[in-house]
């Protein structure tokens, strides 16, 4: 049984912390100086999302298939949840073939520090949904 | 004689040229019996490679019968049957010892104009072959002419990617086209202890081939070849990749389907295409990309005894024998891929 249960979920907890990272103080330029098309594979529950760094939006679904994208990740969504979450080590995912990556590297490289200013974020949008079921995950 | 003349861009045909003479007393001269076109041949063709697109005997790939030798030449005998390698060098001279054909002084390449050292190919009916004692390669008995003429270049090129490679027992090799040259990749990386082979293509035809030999095909028309790669790799990509195309193109996807720290091997002709990743996207990946010229004089023996031991069929690749008369045809079948490998006949 998957943590997030369909597209719904992923793109309320895991979409929104995309949302969130386009204004908060510690993340917001370092998005917008990035840039990127950032498309996500997630399988079980089986979605994709495109996060677009240059017009700040968030697509989860049907609509973002055909997007195009700079860098593509491809994950199981039990890991995606798992790394906002501080619990999944990225580059040590990419080297076991938890994570699939297409394109430059170097630019998602980048990114991966600000995740640790929306770890905190993303425990309290599933804390004020009243999801302490998501919260207890294991390693 | 007859030989196959590029008389300009496009323009392949075949002429009546002067016999080849000795020139210098380590010189043998060949009747050619057997020579094949390669994708190099193409490049010329299209006027892709510097200073061969015109006025050159084509031919790289040719095996025969010694006609003649030069007063130097100790070891090979009139009458008996030889390939060439493709490449000539002198054997004494410090990139010789190197066992590195492209540092000789005297290198040169038949058929591929004043840039490789202006010698006549051996799309003909003879051929000179300097340096004959090193350059010429005894047929073992029991070989067919055909698998042999494949040591002249295209197999030697894969036993030489595989080999500078380092292709370690149980490791995933992908190559990136699955022309002549890829099939031979296929073939060869079990020898090596590759684990699998998964080659990558977008004529489903060549596929096919390159199946029947034992490769997981990636139809790059139909699929991403990252996801075919990384389906069957665990999501990490090819441990070797050998880029067999010889297009930028061709090489971003090998580059993209070799895993972390991986090494891509570049076979196919590049003249002047651009590396597609940066240097630091390449650091950060830990790619080792090399360039690899095939090293028929420094594998002959094993490839030989490979081939005299039924291990290496080399010459299954063929898919066309045609009299030398016909070299233009033969061009336009191996042009349009309607020919896999084509095999030229003076007899």
């Not at chain 2, 090193?134 to 036993?159: F, Q, Y």
Request: negative net charge.
């Amino acid at each position: 049984m998957p943590y997030l249960k369909d597209e719904a979920e992923i793109d309320k907890y895991i979409g929104e912390i995309f949302r969130r990272s386009f204004v908060h103080p510690d993340t917001e330029a370092r998005v917008k100086k990035a840039g990127l098309r950032m498309r996500v594979d997630y399988a079980e529950p089986d979605t994709v999302m495109m996060v677009d760094m240059q017009d700040l939006t968030v697509v989860v679904g049907s609509d973002a298939e055909d997007l195009e994208w700079d860098v593509a990740l491809a994950m199981q969504a039990d890991d995606g949840h798992k790394f906002w979450l501080g619990k999944l080590n990225f580059t040590v995912a990419m080297t076991k073939g938890k994570i699939r990556t297409k394109g430059p590297v170097a630019e998602l490289l980048k990114l991966l520090p600000m995740a640790k200013y929306l770890f905190a974020q993303y425990q309290e949008i599933l804390a004020e949904d009243g999801r302490d079921d998501l919260l207890a995950v294991q390693r | 004689m007859r030989a196959v003349l590029l008389h300009g861009v496009d323009d392949v045909r075949v002429v009546d040229a002067p016999m080849p003479e000795i020139e210098e007393p380590t010189d043998a001269i060949l009747r050619v019996t057997h020579s094949a076109i390669c994708g190099t041949d193409l490049h010329c063709m299209h006027g892709a490679i510097p200073a061969a697109d015109s006025d050159i005997v084509l031919g790289h790939e040719f095996a025969g019968v010694v006609e003649l030798v030069g007063d130097g030449v100790r070891d090979i005998e009139v009458g008996e049957e030889y390939v060439a390698s493709m490449f000539v060098g002198c054997g004494t001279c410090a990139g010789c010892l190197r066992q590195e054909s492209r540092s000789c002084m005297y290198f040169g390449m038949f058929g591929m104009g004043p840039a490789w050292g202006d010698l006549q190919g051996g799309q003909a009916d003879y051929v000179r072959v300097p340096f004959a004692d090193r350059t010429l390669i005894e047929k073992p008995s029991g070989v067919d002419v055909t698998d042999l003429l494949m040591v002249s270049d295209i197999l030697s090129t894969a036993w030489t990617a595989l080999t500078n490679s380092n292709v370690r027992p149980g490791e995933s090799v992908a190559v990136v086209g699955a022309g002549p040259v890829g099939q031979l990749m296929v073939m060869c990386a079990p020898l090596f202890g590759a684990s699998q082979v998964i080659s990558i293509d977008l004529d489903a035809n060549r596929l096919a081939s390159a199946a029947e030999l034992g490769a997981i095909a990636v139809n790059a028309a139909e699929v991403d070849p990252r996801d075919g790669v990384f389906d069957v790799t665990n999501n990490q990509g090819a441990d070797v990749t050998v880029e067999a195309v010889g297009n930028a193109a061709a090489l971003e996807t090998a580059l993209g389907v070799t895993r972390m720290a991986g090494r891509v091997a570049q076979v196919g002709t590049l003249v002047d295409a651009h590396m597609p990743w940066t240097a630091g996207e390449m650091f950060l990946r830990s790619i080792s990309w090399s360039p690899i010229l095939g090293e028929p004089l420094l594998h002959a023996e094993a490839l030989s005894k490979l081939l005299a031991a039924g291990r290496l069929k080399p010459g299954s690749v063929v898919s066309h024998e045609i009299g030398i008369e016909d070299a233009a045809h033969a061009y336009e079948l191996f042009d349009s891929r309607e020919a896999n490998k084509v095999v030229l006949t003076t007899e």
